[in-house]
Each structure stands twice: as C-alpha cells, then as structure tokens.
C-alpha cells in the first residue's frame, strides 16, 4: 500500500481550510502519512467556478458564520470573523514556498502561526508587515522575509503554482488528495481517513 | 431535551438528497427522533444564491460525478447517472403533499420509491405518467394521481411551500434542521447525530 503523502490544498483567506490546518496532526497520527502542504490562491478557481466569496452569497453567507462559530466549538480551534474578510493575502503564501524549499517543518509551523494570527486572533495577515512580524515570531529573518516576497520570481512562481493546482482539479479550501483521489471540505476529513484505514479502495459495505 | 422531528428538506433532483434519503431510517434509528419530509424546488434557491446546477460548473462537477459513484460505494445505495439530468421534476414533489396529508408513511414510501427509480434505476421521473405508474406500484389510484398533480391548487402549494422553506433559510439539498439547527450536505449527517447525541449542544471538546 502506497505511503506518499497526503496532498493539502488550502487558502490563507479560507476559514474552512484553517478548520483543516489544525486537523492535520491528527490526520498523520490516525492514518500513517505524512501531510503536503499547498498554499494557492482561492480567487482564480473561483472565478472558474463562478462562484463569489461566501459571505456575499445570500444564504449560505449567514449559515457559513454560523457554522464557523460552531465548528470552533466542536474541534476547539479558536474563531474570531477577522476585520477584514474576505481579504487577498499573497505575501504569506508567496513566503510558505520559500520556507519551504530549505525547511518544510518550519513552513508548516509558520502556516499554522499565520492562519491562527488570523482566524485565531483577527491580526492583519494581509499586511506584508504583520506576516514578517509572524515570521519572525517562528524564528524567520524579517528583513530577508520582506525582501522575499517582492521578488518578481516569488511572486511568478506562486501564480504558476496556482495554476497548476487548478488545473489538476482542485477548486475549493480545504481540498486533499491521497494518491490523487480527491476529497474536498472540512466535512470529508473522516471519509478521507476511512479510505486509508480499508487500503485506498471503495468497499461497497451494504446492498439494497 | 426535545424530542421534535428532525426537518428534512430534499429536491427530488438532487443526488446527494437521494443519498440521504435512503439514510433516514438510520438516523431515526440512531437519534430516537423521527424525520419529517420536506421535498422542495432547488431552483429558485440556486437563483437565489447564484449557483448553477453542478454538472455546468467547471471542476466542480466532474468531483461531484466521482463523489457519487463513490458514495454509492460507501452507502450501498445503488446509483446510475440519468439520462435526463438535471432536470424539473415537479409532479413527484407535487403529489408528495398529497399523500402525506392522508398517509405521511405512505409519502415516505412514495419519495424513496421516486428517489430509487430516477438515481437508482434511471427511470424518467420527470413525466408525470412515469410518477403515476410509480405511485400505483406504491398503492396510490393511478387516475387520480394524475388528476391532482394538475390542480391548480396543488401546484400553487407547492410553490408556497418552496418559497417559505426558503426564506426559512434553506438553500441546498439535502438539508436538516433539529430543533432550528441547520446542517447542509450529505456530509453533516455525522455531526447532526453528534449533535443530538450530546443533547443539542456544541461542547468545546478541546482547547488548544
């Protein structure tokens, strides 16, 4: 049986993929595999899906709020709605792949620290300042954090991986795939875990 | 603590409602609580929240054409693609208010029997002789199924009823509420039981 990592696909702005940020240690713990971490932007798949920011859905805006609230209840993540949001944030993504490249422990570590600054503590993650500021709380050279993500190679290399990762399918946060089978939202975290645990391969349980 | 029907509000069109549907006995089963159906039209929510039906979204729809094959793994519940699909399925839902008036279990008999033959067995439900001849496998009169679906009464009933469970804040399908609680999506079945499990209550499980 194939023990790659797990693919995880998220959005710094996404609620529900910070949901699953703080998932993802018990995901490794309960299915054996590592986890892979792909920060990308939300906005192009939406524009590809045609679908708004969900606060500006009539409907499904208010009941995602609610159901933000209450999913901190339940996994003990904290919640508050940011000052800003639905807001770009591109300087810590961009940032995550240059981390990354010499130290992918660490990039998950800043990851978490900048979603929970975020969604945790409602800091101004869209500001490249209050992202070095994070970074350097991780133990990350501010000013080199700063000049990083001005670079134009930086900032080419996220949209081309942006790209990509639409272009491979993924088009919501959170969204993970395990030797390519896909599973998107914070509510497919237990089916994902149950396709692991019977070896990567749909039983059909019960006939009717 | 309440011992209210769970609302259970579903298109007849919907795949993931079908998949739900032939959940119901389940959770009555593991809450203790009984289901009261409601069928409704997706269409004028979707207007409302500006989705279009999910086959026609980019990348969305192929996953959802997988999730169901696999779903169907999971569930056991059988399930072919429509030859017609999406597409107005109105005298079903019509006559379901109908039925249930007299016999609300023979209306739960009725909407899996329609469920089964549209996703199961690929019949067109969407022709008003083809529900009939399903309602007369179930023990309804034929001829005066085909009678009341075109009353002008019926039909306006029908949309009153759509329009309310809209504006009571419903937007997709299948859709629960317990005691008001809303849960959206085949995949909150789980954290609905949950939820009923621990009384009604979301406990902070954990803080981190």
């Known amino acids: 049986m194939s023990k790659d990592p797990i693919d995880f696909y998220f959005e710094f702005g996404s609620p529900y993929g910070y949901f699953a940020a703080f998932e993802v240690a018990k995901i490794e713990a309960d299915t ?21 920011p969900l606060l500006q859905i009539p409907l499904k805006g208010p009941y995602c709020v609610h159901d933000w609230e209450r999913l901190s209840l339940i996994t003990g993540t904290p919640w508050v709605m940011p000052e800003k949001f639905p807001v770009g944030i591109l300087a810590a993504p961009r940032a995550f792949y240059w981390i990354n490249d010499n130290d992918p422990e660490l990039a998950k570590t800043y990851a978490l620290a900048i979603y929970k600054a975020y969604f945790g503590d409602g800091r101004p993650v869209w500001e490249e300042g209050e992202c070095a500021d994070i970074a350097a709380e991780c133990g ?16 080419q290399r996220f949209k081309d991986i942006t790209s990509t990762v639409i272009d491979d399918g993924v088009f919501g946060s959170p969204f993970f795939k395990v030797d390519g089978e896909p599973f998107w939202g914070f509510d497919r975290i237990d089916m994902m875990k149950q396709y692991i645990a019977q070896g990567c391969t749909w039983v059909q349980e019960n006939k009717r």
Not at 42 to 51: N, S, W
Not at 140 to 155: A, M, P
């Open 32 to 52: 054996g595999r590592s986890v892979r971490w792909h920060p990308f932007m939300l906005g192009p798949a939406f524009k590809k899906t045609e679908q708004k």
């Open 140 to 155: 990350i050279d501010r000013t080199e954090f700063l000049d990083v993500v001005q670079r134009e190679e930086v900032k």
